[in-house]
């Protein structure tokens, strides 16, 4: 029933930016880290940014400083702030989340269904 959403792609000119982010809903009775992947065509799915329940971060270095994952524990939503975007950011962005739900308990990793990011001029 654990369910991830995200909204926020789209074409954008290098130097632009774009918000995505990404709602939890379903039976949940906690979530611990939170993260954003990206996967390129033909390339593999990598690593962007995540986020622990503490609010701990930790970024790729190809995205360092430019980008800023935070969280909204309260709307179960995590944001990716993506600033100074070039032409190799674009890929599909996939949101992740470890979710422990309820009814019955398990706990799992959890993947937004993507969203477009296009850098282009």
């Known amino acids: 029933q654990v369910q991830l959403v995200e909204s926020g792609g789209g074409l954008v000119q290098p130097g632009g930016s774009l918000r995505l982010s990404c709602a939890a809903s379903?039976?949940?009775?906690?979530?611990?880290?939170m993260g954003w992947y990206r996967q390129a065509p033909e390339k593999e799915r990598d690593l962007v940014a995540v986020?622990?329940?503490?609010?701990?971060?930790n970024y790729a270095d190809s995205v360092k400083g430019r980008f800023t994952i935070s969280r909204d524990n309260a709307k179960n939503t995590v944001y990716l702030q993506m600033n100074s975007l070039k032409p190799e950011d674009t890929a599909v962005y996939y949101c992740?989340?470890?979710?422990?739900?309820?009814?019955?308990?398990?706990?799992?990793?959890?993947w937004g269904q993507g969203t477009q990011v296009t850098v282009s001029s």
């Open positions: 986020i622990t329940s503490g609010g701990n971060t």
């Open positions: 992740n989340a470890n979710i422990l739900a309820t009814l019955p308990s398990m706990m799992r990793d959890y």
């Open positions: 379903g039976n949940i009775l906690r979530i611990n880290a």
